[in-house]
C-alpha cells in the first residue's frame, strides 16, 4: 500500500454535524484503504459518536477544536477570531504539512476566506473557484465558477477554464475536456460585456479544448464538460438546477401514487427508475473544489449526509495522487508567460 492520503474533515460544520461527518468519515476508511481521516471538532463528542462504529482505529484520529464558525458570522472576523474552531484547525493542518486536504460543509464564507489567507494560492493564480461536478444525460460536468467570485474579471474565467480542464482530465478521467463559457446564445458577438471580452481570450488558449458558448438549456445535457462563468451566474445555475432536479423527483413519485393502477405501474418500473434517478443524484460527487490552493479544500453542501462527506474523502485520492495542485501551478504559469511574450 503506497502513502495515505490524509483528510481533515469539519466534523462539526453543516446541518447535521457531527452525525454525519463521522459516519462519512467511517464509510470512507472502510471502503478505501488508501486514506486517513482527522475528525477535527469537539474531542468529547466526536468520540461518542465514534464508539457507535466499527472501522479501523488506526485511520482515523479525533483532532481538538473547542470553537465553531456559525453560518451566519461575518467570514472575515470567524477566522481571525475563531483560531480554535474546526475550521481553522483544519485548515491550519494542511498549512502545516499534516493534511492533504480539508472537507468542510460549514460556513462557505468562511471557507472561502479560510482557503486563501491560511492555506494560500498557488503562484499565478489570481482567484480560486469553486467547481462542483452537476448531473448531465453524459454523465458529469464541472461548472466552474459556483460561488467564490461574483465579479470576476476576463482573466479569472481564462485561469477558471484551465484549472477546470485539469481537473476533469486528471481527477474525473475525461481526455481533452470540452470547454464552454456560459452564454445567452451561440453566437460569438453575444453576451456581455465579461463574457464578450472572455470568448477570444478562451479561443486564444492552446491549453484547452474550447467549443464556444453554450445556453443554459444545453447544460443537462451535457454539451460541455467544462462550463466556464462567474459565480453570481454560476450560483443562480446551480440552485436551479438542484430546484427543479428535487421538484421533478417529487412530482414522479406523487405521480405514480395516485390510483392502484399507477401504484402497480410503480412497482413494474421502479428499478429501472431507481437506477436513473441515482445518475442525477450530484451526493454521489463529492463536494465542490476550491481549486488553485496550495491544498485541497472541500465545501459540501450544509445539508449533506453521510454519502456526500464519505464521496467528497475519497475525492481526495485522485487529487493528490494526481498532484493537480502542482499540474495548476505549471499551467498557469505557462499561461503567465505566454502572455507575457504576447
Keep these: 500500500m503506497g502513502e495515505l492520503v490524509k483528510v481533515a474533515v469539519d466534523a462539526m460544520g453543516g446541518d447535521f454535524a457531527p452525525a454525519e461527518p463521522v459516519k462519512g468519515a467511517v464509510d470512507a476508511v472502510n471502503e478505501n484503504d488508501g486514506i486517513f481521516v482527522y475528525l477535527v471538532g469537539k474531542e468529547d463528542v466526536l468520540k461518542a459518536e465514534l464508539s457507535r462504529y466499527t472501522y479501523p482505529a488506526d485511520r482515523i484520529q479525533t483532532v481538538p477544536a473547542s470553537e465553531v464558525i456559525e453560518t451566519g458570522e461575518p467570514p472575515v472576523k470567524a477566522i481571525r477570531s475563531k483560531k480554535d474552531s ?8 494542511i498549512r502545516h504539512g499534516e493534511a492533504d486536504a480539508i472537507v468542510s460543509s460549514g460556513s462557505t464564507g468562511a471557507i472561502l476566506v479560510g482557503g486563501q489567507v491560511i492555506v494560500g494560492r498557488l503562484k499565478g493564480v489570481e482567484r480560486p473557484p469553486l467547481a462542483p461536478l452537476i448531473p448531465t444525460e453524459k454523465g458529469a460536468s464541472l461548472l466552474i465558477d459556483c460561488g467564490a467570485n461574483v465579479d470576476a474579471r476576463p482573466s479569472h474565467l481564462v485561469q477558471f477554464a484551465t484549472m477546470g480542464s485539469i481537473y476533469m482530465e486528471h481527477v474525473v478521467g475525461v481526455k481533452n475536456p470540452k ?9 460569438e458577438e453575444k453576451g456581455n460585456a465579461l463574457v464578450k471580452e472572455t470568448f477570444p481570450l478562451l479561443k486564444a ?10 445556453e443554459a438549456r444545453d447544460i443537462p445535457k451535457g454539451a460541455a464538460d467544462v462550463i466556464v462563468c462567474e459565480a453570481f451566474v454560476g450560483n443562480v445555475i446551480l440552485k436551479l438546477y438542484e430546484g427543479v432536479g428535487s421538484t421533478l423527483i417529487h412530482k414522479v413519485k406523487s405521480g405514480m401514487m395516485v390510483n392502484l ?7 413494474l418500473i421502479k428499478p429501472a427508475l431507481k437506477a436513473t434517478l441515482k445518475s442525477f443524484d450530484s451526493s454521489q460527487y463529492g463536494g465542490a ?23 467528497s474523502i475519497l475525492q481526495c485520492i485522485d487529487f493528490k495522487n494526481e498532484n493537480i495542485s502542482e499540474k495548476i501551478k505549471e499551467h498557469i504559469s505557462d499561461e503567465n508567460v505566454s502572455g507575457e511574450e504576447d
Aim: aromatic letters at 4%; proline letters at 2%; zero cysteines.
Design 261 to 267: 393502477r399507477s401504484k402497480m405501474g410503480a412497482l
Design 86 to 93: 474546526s475550521i481553522v484547525v483544519a485548515m491550519n493542518m
Design 179 to 187: 470547454v464552454a463559457i456560459v452564454n445567452i446564445g451561440a453566437e
Design 205 to 214: 488558449n492552446r491549453n484547452i479544448n474550447f467549443i464556444g458558448s453554450i
Design 289 to 311: 473544489p476550491l481549486l488553485g490552493l496550495k491544498g485541497l479544500v472541500v465545501k459540501t453542501h450544509g445539508s449533506s449526509k453521510a454519502l456526500e462527506f464519505k464521496n
